[in-house]
């Protein structure tokens, strides 16, 4: 075999070796240079000589490499690989069994070390994160046959990304000692295509040691993280800054080390140069700190704690360099015992301050109390004391009054001054305030004490006390179902504080004020505290009262204002009641009493239904009460309603059953009774009868379904015997044959079927035994009935005056009327 450049063997080159006769393969070595050859050409070759024209073959060249190959470096550390290596698949991939990848230091494959092998079909393989780089520089994929790989590759320069901030800042503008805050800031990476976030940590140390992340990954391009103000540092002394691309977070941070701005003033001094007592005023001074870098400016209050407790700030912000402001003179302080000043940065303002105890001398009265035994918001009542001033000695009388404030603004005096004299003696350290005292704008007492010269400018002050105890959530579920009538526990929360509260008083009124009340209950005085509810008697009529209140009452007085519920009257109404009557004896019921549901049934639990009188004096109830839900009750045959002519519903709640009925229908007693029953007897031997037994239809026949007819021993049906079958509703005669004993049977009796049962009270017609006339008989025809039918079929009475005579008369054995008597005569 050879490589030729024709089919006829030119230019040929021998491939491996002669083979001998019976073997029909030669190898062709990998890498052989196809050069010019085209043809593959084959001789046989005898013990003489090699044949002159060999069988060819066309060469095809099979040209398999990846193509689009490309490597995206994720892993945003320097130095360090991480991400997807892709290709698309040759053309033609008919000997390709796969694939493998290199890390190499040129395209070419020097120094090449194996990434992976993947079977044919594989278009892609991930570089785990945090891959040293070492000295490759290209990525390359060699297409592999079931012979050999290939000797060219496909390669692809790696682009080592390093993608990490720069010009970290962080301006701590939080300005106190342990605390940080302000914003961090950095520049962007120059490439930031694979950077998705930034994480942002407080660490140990530049490199991100025992890190605690602030907040959560912040994606690129939005905005900046922000320490809160007052973050405490604790022992975080870095903060670390990492990119994060889709594949992973950086493992080399940039870091900054957190300078922890600190501007507490020192040496804070007041110089007091108002000399009257109790009253302040000078310059504050103090030293600024150190460390200047962030603040902006100083605020100075007073306030009622070294912490800043309630404080008011003394005029406006103290400028920059300058530590100084003035307390103008007359300064009261009232309750203010402390100069606070706060360094400033542009975000915020301490939260800690330097301070300084102000100090001065007082001569007020001490141990001011008021207990407010009026129950009302706004109004007052009871006895203001107090203790004289520690020292006396200037003291010549004290004044009580209600304030607007704990500095005595728009003050009303309580009673006349309190002498408190050398040559009398202590005065009276108490004032009364009269029950229902008003005191809409007034939060506190106050009390001076005065000397011969002047009054005191600051007093002592107690915030008045003036909470509203009273009842509140007051519930009133009315389980009496009547309509206007009431029923039910009354209940509510007592208040939060009822140290004045001895007794609730609950009553009916006209409005949520308490007008026109009526006492729930039978003691004036109500029921005892710790007592939370009170009945309200089944059957309490409503009458014009529309609101419930509950009143508190203390041991001097009952409030004013109470606490109201607007009455909501429950009335329970039922519709829809209705039987179709089944048993068709008259004043006897059967069926499926049926009734609409109650629109709101919620304080329903039963209901109980009666037969009774039309006015309900009279009722008589149909088996026991029936659980809300079912609407339905079952009445079995015979149920009498004796009398009664309504059907009654009741509804009842937990509490007690309605008096007035939730609904009523008037009763549709079917009577299915047959009319008109005859029964002529056709047999004229004595003691035997026979013949048709016929009757007219029930008025009412839409539940009746069959008839029944027997003979019987009386109008009641006792010891009846059945004539015929039953037959169906519109069949109106049963014969009964000829020759038939009469026994001691004396009524023929019909009864009436609906789908339910027969009635228990036939229709009956005495039985006439008919024997053979064998003299001349005379019939006297009477006037029975007229000749006018009525709309129920019935005959009607003739008017008064009418005349009628027979112009006809026939006889006939049967009762149809088709068998005519011989010798029967015609009158006229």
Not at 183 to 211: M, N, R
Not at 558 to 567: C, G, I, K, S, Y
Not at 708 to 734: C, E, K, P
Request: proline share 5%; charged share 15%.
């Amino acid at each position: 075999a050879y490589l030729a450049t024709s089919q006829f063997g030119a230019s040929r080159s021998q491939i491996d070796a002669v083979v001998p006769v019976g073997t029909n393969i030669v190898s062709l070595a990998p890498e052989t240079p196809i050069n010019l050859y085209g043809y593959i050409v084959v001789y046989t070759k005898s013990s003489l000589a090699e044949q002159t024209t060999p069988v060819s073959g066309v060469l095809s060249d099979t040209l398999a490499p990846v193509s689009s190959l490309l490597f995206t470096d994720r892993d945003l550390d320097a130095d360090e690989l991480g991400g997807p290596i892709t290709w698309q698949e040759p053309v033609d991939t008919a000997q390709v069994v796969g694939y493998t990848v290199y890390w190499a230091e040129d395209a070419a494959g020097s120094v090449k070390a194996v990434i992976t092998s993947l079977p044919a079909g594989s278009v892609s393989h991930d570089i785990v994160a945090n891959t040293p780089i070492t000295s490759k520089t290209h990525v390359l994929v060699y297409s592999l046959s079931s012979l050999a790989e290939q000797s060219t590759p496909v390669a692809h320069a790696i682009l080592d990304r390093s993608s990490s901030v720069t010009n970290l800042a962080f301006p701590d503008t939080d300005l106190d000692a342990a605390d940080i805050g302000g914003d961090i800031t950095w520049t962007a990476p120059l490439d930031t295509s694979q950077v998705t976030h930034y994480s942002v940590y407080f660490a140990l140390s530049e490199a991100g040691v025992g890190g605690a992340q602030l907040g959560s990954d912040i994606p690129v391009a939005t905005n900046l993280p922000v320490v809160p103000l007052d973050t405490p540092a604790g022992s975080y002394n870095h903060i670390v800054a990492y990119t994060k691309s889709a594949l992973t977070e950086q493992t080399t941070p940039v870091g900054l080390l957190i300078h922890n701005a600190y501007g507490a003033v020192t040496d804070i001094t007041l110089e007091d140069k108002d000399l009257d007592a109790g009253q302040l005023g000078g310059t504050i001074t103090w030293t600024a700190p150190s460390d200047e870098a962030q603040l902006v400016e100083y605020n100075v209050y007073l306030a009622t704690s070294s912490a800043g407790a309630s404080r008011s700030q003394l005029g406006s912000a103290v400028t920059l360099h300058t530590n100084a402001i003035a307390l103008p003179s007359d300064f009261d302080p009232v309750l203010l015992t402390h100069i606070v000043v706060y360094s400033a940065s542009s975000d915020a303002e301490q939260t800690t301050p330097s301070f300084i105890a102000l100090s001065d001398t007082e001569a007020s009265v001490t141990s001011l109390d008021f207990t407010d035994y009026d129950l009302d918001g706004g109004e007052l009542l009871g006895t203001v004391t107090w203790s004289p001033a520690g020292d006396a000695t200037h003291v010549t009388l004290y004044r009580a009054f209600l304030a607007a404030d704990a500095a005595g603004t728009s003050r009303s005096q309580i009673e006349g001054d309190l002498d408190y004299g050398v040559m009398t003696g202590p005065g009276t350290n108490k004032v009364e305030l009269p029950v229902d005292t008003p005191a809409p704008s007034y939060s506190h007492i106050v009390v001076f004490s005065a000397s011969a010269l002047a009054e005191q400018t600051t007093p002592v002050a107690l915030a008045i006390s003036d909470s509203t105890q009273s009842a509140s959530s007051t519930t009133f579920t009315d389980l009496d179902l009547d309509p206007s009538d009431l029923g039910g526990a009354v209940t509510w929360t007592e208040p939060a504080e009822t140290a004045q509260v001895t007794y609730y008083v609950v009553y009916l009124a006209t409005d949520a004020s308490g007008s026109d009340k009526s006492l729930v209950g039978s003691d004036v005085m109500g029921v005892f505290v710790g007592t939370t509810d009170i009945d309200i008697a089944v059957d309490t009529s409503l009458i014009s009262y529309s609101h419930l209140v509950v009143f508190t009452r203390s041991a001097f007085a009952e409030q004013t204002t109470p606490d109201a519920l607007t009455l909501a009257d429950t009335g329970i109404a039922i519709s829809g009641i209705d039987l179709v009557d089944l048993d068709l004896d008259l004043y006897d019921l059967a069926g499926s009493l049926t009734w609409d549901p109650a629109s709101d049934p919620t304080l329903v639990t039963h209901y109980a239904l009666y037969v009774s009188s039309a006015d309900g004096s009279s009722r008589t109830q149909l088996h026991s009460d029936v659980v809300v839900g079912t609407n339905a009750l079952t009445l079995f045959a015979d149920t009498s309603r004796g009398t009664n002519t309504h059907f009654t519903l009741y509804a009842r709640s937990s509490l007690a059953e309605q008096t007035t009925p939730a609904g009523y229908a008037l009763i549709a007693d079917a009577d299915g009774s047959v009319q008109d029953l005859t029964f002529g007897d056709r047999d004229f031997d004595e003691d035997e009868i026979g013949g048709t037994i016929h009757w007219e239809a029930p008025v009412d026949t839409s539940e009746v379904t069959h008839y029944a007819v027997y003979r019987a021993r009386d109008a009641l049906g006792t010891g009846y015997i059945q004539v015929g079958n039953v037959v169906s509703v519109g069949t109106n005669y049963v014969t009964l044959p000829v020759s038939t004993p009469l026994s001691t049977y004396t009524h023929m009796v019909v009864y009436t079927k609906s789908s339910l049962d027969f009635m228990t009270t036939p229709a009956a017609v005495v039985i006439a035994d008919t024997p053979v006339i064998t003299t001349t008989t005379r019939w006297t025809i009477m006037n029975a009935e007229a000749t006018t039918p009525r709309q129920d079929g019935r005959w009607s009475t003739p008017e008064q005056g009418s005349q009628w005579r027979i112009k006809e008369l026939e006889f006939y054995s049967d009762f149809d009327c088709t068998q005519r008597l011989v010798g029967s005569s015609t009158l006229s």
